[in-house]
């Protein structure tokens, strides 16, 4: 009980992080750097997404890598053993690998509104064993769900920016990914596919703010599906809250870290092609879930010469806190490395 308690003021905690900084500091130094916005040296770490807007005319091309590890299954907060998942299942998963390559580009219509669209190539990998010893693996690749996003800026006092990000998820990612396994083709389970099947709003605010060699902000994002998928189900709900604090340690080169807090729901409805008795995985009530994830970010940035406009960025994760409802699997590592290109 005490635990919930604690966990239920996380993501108001990582939300209020990059407040509480700018309060403590003075107000009257923020006006010298106001140039910083605009020249985008004020970046967020690499994994946060909308993060800032573009000057009117401006553009922007990235490419990110994400990759997340998973071994293990999980309950509530606590590690099952692969014999008790196969206590209620014939077949437990063991591992789970994704991989995404993801395609961005911002342009900036107005210079209160930049426009950003992404396109990620997804790859899935999940290693399982069954009761009688006989391990296999699924994949499954192919593009995923892609994003639009309009950036709308709310105010810029100083050196503090607050902007809408409002986002929409086109369904490109497949929901009818199969594989061979042991009892044959079949259709992949849910945490398999490569989309949500359905039209998703992505509503949410960020705010950042820099001072001297100190950057922080804030990221609050819901996913919110919308109607039934054509195989007979949704995706659960989310909602995600980060927080982070970066350093300049020279022009071109930061540091930073940041809190992620994730909650997402259960599905709604199921896959008639899915027997969810087999394996956890294809069970549409153990998809819930919430983690607090732990990132370290290293940034480089190329202010003159030939390279000037290219950012390199790396970020690495690590959950500190999940609760899943399980057996499910529970996240090990997470690492996102980024190129940037602004024209
Ligand atoms: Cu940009």
Sequence with gaps: MSIRRAHARVPILCALLGALISLALPQATFAAHSHAHHDA????????????????????????????????????????SENSVHRSFPIAPLEMDMEAHMFSVMWAPHEDVTLAAMLPFKRLDMKHRTRGGRSFTTRSHGIGDTKFTALVRLFDRGEHHLHLNLGVSAPTGSISAKDDTPMGRSRLPYPMQLGSGTWDLLPGATYTGAWEKITWGSQILGTLRTGINRKGYRLGHRFGTTGWLGLALAPWVSTSVRLAYQDWRGIRGDDDDLNR???????????????????????????????????????????????????????????????????
């Excluded at 800032?52 to 606590?78: F, I, K």
């Excluded at 480089?300 to 406009?309: E, I, P, S």
Aim: no cysteine.
């Design 277 to 343: 008795n087999q394996v956890p995985t294809a069970d549409p009530d153990l998809r819930a879930g919430r983690r607090l994830d732990l990132w370290i970010g290293l940034d480089l940035k190329a202010t003159n010469g030939a390279l000037r406009g290219h950012r390199l960025a790396l970020e690495v994760g690590r959950p500190v806190y999940q609760k899943l409802d399980g057996p499910q699997l529970e996240t090990d590592w997470m690492i996102t490395v980024g190129w940037q290109k602004i024209f």
């Design 41 to 80: 040296t004020v970046d967020a770490p690499i994994g946060v997404m909308g993060d800032h807007l573009h000057p009117q005319g401006g553009v922007m091309l990235s490419y990110r890598y994400m990759r997340m590890s998973m071994n293990g299954n999980r309950d509530g907060t606590s590690r099952q």
